[in-house]
């Protein structure tokens, strides 16, 4: 019995996280998050700024399971990057919403 409700909660976890995966991203709250978070000073979709575009960026993650993962650190924990030659701590996202910052991250894999 216990292997079946193993099973059972098994297949709805994955049965979530492949809606969420495939979940349509939301273009409209991505870019006004990116807006509000004032990162489009430094990076554009296609073009490189300061920082890599989210198209070279999407390319550079592609395939790669940790992709998710990886974005969401560098998006929360404000790592040390280089620009210009200089070492500079890469702004956080303000927003504490899971949710957002989940779109977002599709948004800019999608690019």
Known sequence: ?????????????????ASAANAAVDEDAATA?????KCTKC???????DGPS???TAAELKGK???VAKLHKHLTTGPT?????????HAI????DEAAIN?????ILSR
């Open 93 to 96: 996202l303000k927003t504490t």
């Open 43 to 49: 990076h554009s979709v296609d073009k490189k700024k």
């Open 1 to 17: 019995m216990k292997v079946t409700h193993f099973l059972t909660a098994a297949a709805a976890t994955l049965f979530v996280f």
């Open 33 to 37: 998050l990116l807006k509000k978070e």
């Open 103 to 107: 779109n977002l991250i599709e948004y």
């Open 54 to 56: 989210y198209k070279e």
């Open 81 to 89: 990057i280089k620009v210009d030659g200089k070492e500079e701590k």
């Open 65 to 67: 399971p940790d992709a």
